[in-house]
């Protein structure tokens, strides 16, 4: 019998004045910041870990989680995630090596952008609980 691999992941939604962060790939596609949890490496780690490496940012608050997910990959490998509130207090953003540029996106126009891998964004922009901001009867 085939031993399933699995993997767990985060994204988050990073918010600053009404605004997402969105990383552009280097195939030219926008993504959410994150990635899969390494050895021994809790989702909170690894959360801190992936907006580190991937935005220069060390000074983010995590406020909850609002989504699950899960796929499967070509290779096999199942995996798990959980997509994130945080906000961005401090620092200068600093791209990593899996990207070459980035935006803050203001969160009304982000239905309209074609993200990868974009796990969570249709619960957070149809939740008015999650959109700060946002009214009830809007």
Same mark, same amino acid.
Not at 18 to 45: A, H, I, M, T
Not at 58 to 72: G, K
Not at 117 to 123: A, F, R, V
């Given at each position: ?43 909170? +780690? ?8 991937? !935005? ?13 997910? !899960? ?50 964004? +249709?619960?957070?922009?149809?939740? !008015? ?10």
């Amino acid at each position: 019998m085939a031993k399933f691999r699995v993997n767990h992941g985060v994204k988050t939604l990073l918010l600053k004045d009404g605004q997402v962060l969105v990383l552009l790939k280097q195939n030219g596609q926008w993504d959410l910041p994150g990635g899969r949890e390494e050895e021994n490496e809790s989702c909170f +780690d690894c959360l801190r870990r992936e907006i580190r490496e991937e !935005s220069g940012l060390d000074n983010v608050e995590i406020t909850n989680s609002f989504a699950s997910w !899960s796929f499967v990959k070509e290779s096999g490998l199942r995996v798990y995630g959980t997509t994130w509130l945080c906000r961005f207090v401090s620092g200068e953003i600093s791209v990593g090596l899996e990207h070459s540029n980035f935006a803050w996106i203001p969160i009304n126009q982000l239905k309209d952008m074609e993200i990868y891998h974009k796990y969570g964004l +249709d619960k957070f922009m149809a939740n !008015s609980n999650l959109v700060p901001g946002r009214e009830e009867n809007q």
